[in-house]
Nanobody
């Protein structure tokens, strides 16, 4: 079992930045692929970014060049740095952990999820 807890969401003006963090606990948490997804009301969960335990990164097209993802395996934390935020980035952001993931952008591939943190970008 892996437990995930997100923090760092909030309200920011368009063009601003936020940093989300995810603390993972549990057996072999540092070996999992860690991902961030987001979801708006009535919409499907959308892939944002993922990072493998050795540091390989993947990004959704809508956030490439604006968001970065990093992890600290010693501390079992994953961070999502979000820059140049836009109103359309307003969503609930979820941290996820998965093993044996073959499609990093598919929510069904991740076994564990955090509770989510709200990000709101105002105009």
């Amino acid at each position: 079992q892996v437990q995930l807890a997100e923090s760092g969401g909030g309200l920011v003006q368009a063009g601003g930045s936020l940093r989300l963090s995810c603390a993972a606990s549990g057996r072999a948490a540092s070996s999992y692929l860690m991902g961030w997804f987001r979801q708006g009301p009535g919409k499907e969960r959308e892939f944002v970014a993922a990072i493998a335990w050795r540091g390989g990164t993947y990004f959704g097209d809508s956030v490439k060049g604006r968001f970065t993802i990093s992890r600290d395996n010693a501390k079992n934390t994953v961070s999502l740095q979000m820059n140049s935020l836009k109103p359309e980035d307003t969503r609930v952001y979820y941290c996820a952990a998965g093993r044996l993931v073959t499609m990093y952008d598919a929510p069904s591939q991740y076994q564990y999820w955090g509770q989510g943190t709200q990000v709101t970008v105002s105009t």
